[in-house]
């Protein structure tokens, strides 16, 4: 009587490390791909958080400034006192003034007279403006607050150009006819160091007819 042994199958030397280097090149395309998207996801985030507060920002100040009068722009280092603690329509009185060249001219503040009488002091103009702390502050008075967040977002540079705020043209005397509007430039980022810039304008036009 014969016994037959049953042969017994397996992998192979060769056959284990083919399949263990697949499994590897697999496994590192997969990691790869899911840090990508977990980084992707992470820059989203960043950005709309940027969108959101800058939006929020312009949308507040467009309102005010569309219903308002008297645009008068300056820079940081202007001695017109637009940026002192005491800036009102008793300092300003019925100035106003032009900046068709916001960026070149680095007009970064502007004033202007409110639409209505919602605050308190009427002679108290409204303004503004963006500090070296990189955030847009709303300065009423004495008080000012900011309207972008301290972290998160971190505002380069905002321009203002304004035109036909000032009645007269300052090449011929003759009377201004155009409607005033003011032009906002924003350039903001992540953070101070951060290399990625967004870029927003819009351009608001006066609500009172100024013709």
């Given amino acids: 009587m014969k016994l037959f042994q049953q042969k017994q199958s397996g992998f192979t030397l060769v056959e284990m490390i083919v399949a263990l280097a697949v499994f590897a090149v697999v496994i590192t395309i997969s990691v790869g791909a899911l840090l990508m998207l977990v980084a992707s996801n992470d820059q989203l985030r960043k950005e709309q958080a940027i969108m959101t507060n800058l939006s929020f920002a312009l949308d507040s100040m467009t309102r005010e400034i569309r219903t308002g009068t008297h645009y008068y722009c300056a820079s940081e280092n ?19 003034s ?65 035109v036909g ?19 906002i430039y924003i350039e903001a980022s992540e953070s101070a160091t951060s290399p990625e810039t967004y870029y927003l304008q819009t351009t608001v036009s006066q609500r009172v007819l100024d013709l």
């Fill in 165 to 183: 705020s000032v009645p007269l043209r300052r090449s011929s005397g003759q009377p201004d006819e155009d409607q005033a509007s003011v032009t």
């Fill in 78 to 96: 202007s001695a017109s006192g637009i940026f002192s603690p005491t800036y009102d329509l008793d300092t300003l009185g019925i100035w106003r």
């Fill in 98 to 162: 032009d900046c068709p060249n916001g960026k070149t001219g680095n007009y970064h503040g502007l004033a202007f007279k409110e639409g209505g009488n919602s605050i308190s002091d009427t002679k108290e103009r409204i303004m503004y403006y963006t500090a070296s702390d990189g955030q847009i502050y709303r300065k009423v008075g004495r008080e000012s607050e900011s309207i972008t967040a301290s972290t998160g977002v971190y505002i380069k540079n905002m321009y203002f150009n304004v």
